[in-house]
């Protein structure tokens, strides 16, 4: 009657893993598509102030001014007062308009002439600097602007 | 004539580098997601020529480096401006605007086409009030275009704008935009931001 015999050693069976690779491979090439490595090495704080009427930034034409006070690594260096950094340097507002023609050279020529330039400020400077910004934006007539902010709202409805 | 087979790769350690690879791009990923409240800027003129605008149809909106709000000489919180700015230009005091559905108040703004809103800022004002405030004003423009829509359109203005800005919008697109421009022409937005002035 050994026909009937249940095999000895009843171990559940491995699951098979020969497809584990497959899924992995999707994931990262996954994440490959969608990582920006991010260019810009920040130098200035960036905590951006939030708000929900916005419209989405078209990043092929745009050109980023970041403003704030120097992140905590370079606050003994370049003190407490509000900074403007343009590409990884810090910019003098005099060299604003160097800076800015610069970077705009670095976008297709089509789409030169519609630049839009993203100010990303933090919440804590002052109106004073981005006004500076704004009338050296003015000066170039680099006129549409966009103040890029965080999701979600503060104000209490 | 023995045919040796070749002797099988071991694949087993495949899922471990990948999932190597997979950490570090998990960990390098920032999704960028940027956006924000865009802005046309007055173009550079040498000389302005002054314009007549009764102050009536002015509404003015002052913040104090002390982050302290004045909309229409009165003291406001953040909470209250939206609701003050929709107000001002839903006035319609001369009675030409037929779909305002304000107090039509003769000493508030005429209609929607003259109505202008300016913010005025401290050089020492913080930007994260300046940004709330210019998000309530957007906010208030926002709605009143919405209204429009939902009246005449039977859409909300700000979803269909953003649907044709990311692409997803279905249907007739230039027959859309011609609606979002006319929606905007009841309800013109009339920005406008002062100097800074310095601080005593």
Known sequence: MSKFNKKKGGELPAVNTASLPDIVFMLLFFFMVVTVLRKDNMLVQQKLPKADQVEKLKKDRSVFIYAGKPSSRYKEKFGTEGKIQIGDKYTDINALEFALSEARSKLIPELQGKVVVGLKVDEQTNVGLLQDVKEKLRDLNMVKIIYITAPGNDVQQ | MGRRATPEVNAGSMADIAFLLLIFFLVTTTIEKDKGIARQLPPKQDEQPPVDIKEKNIFVVTVNKEDQILADNELMDIQDIRQAAISFLDNGGDGSCDYCKGEKDIASSDNPE?????????????????????????????????????????????????????????????RAQAKLKEIQALFPMKLSEAEAKKSQ
């Open chain 2, 114 to 174: 003259k109505a202008i809103i300016t913010v005025k800022s401290d050089r020492e004002t913080s930007y994260k009030t300046y940004i709330q405030v210019q998000n309530e004003l957007v906010a208030a423009y926002n709605f009143l275009r919405n209204r429009e829509s939902e009246r005449l359109f039977g859409f909300e203005f700000t979803k269909v704008k953003s649907a044709i800005a990311t692409g997803d919008f279905k249907g007739n697109e230039e």
